[in-house]
Nanobody, 128 residues
Framework: VQLQASGGGLVQAGGSLRLSCAASGRTSGNYVMGWFRQAPGKEREFVTAITWSGSSTRYTDSVKGRFTISRDNAKNTVYLQMNSLKPEDTAVYYC??????????????????????WGQGTLVTVSS
């Protein structure tokens, strides 16, 4: 599976961006898709994840109510709608995927070691 993230850019605080992650290759299967981010000098952190069906999602506390993850399996694409952006959201955003044996999101969906496939990252910069 190959992942291609796009949609990053420069935005003012309070603004919005929508990131996309297009998957190609062997995309059939129960893949959990996630977004992680890494700010300069910091470790990569979990942002959000979604099951193949889209029925289950998980968010880190700092983005709840502002970010929304969704997916369109017909287009093999996952989206991250980011609203009310803050300067502390500035980071490189990575999409990632793993094949899951469960139809629900397990706790390990927040662990980047669980993910087998990674996109190249897209930079989001939020100015104050």
């Amino acid at each position: 599976v190959q992942l291609q993230a796009s949609g990053g850019g420069l935005v003012q605080a309070g603004g919005s961006l929508r990131l996309s992650c297009a998957a190609s290759g062997r995309t059939s299967g129960n893949y959990v898709m996630g977004w992680f981010r890494q700010a300069p000098g910091k470790e990569r952190e979990f942002v959000t994840a979604i099951t193949w069906s889209g029925s289950s999602t998980r968010y880190t506390d700092s983005v709840k109510g502002r970010f929304t993850i969704s997916r369109d399996n017909a287009k093999n694409t996952v989206y991250l709608q980011m609203n009310s952006l803050k300067p502390e959201d500035t980071a490189v955003y990575y999409c990632a995927a793993y094949m899951s044996g469960s139809w629900t999101l397990l706790s390990d969906s927040t662990n980047y070691h669980r993910y087998d496939y990674w996109g190249q990252g897209t930079l989001v910069t939020v100015s104050s």
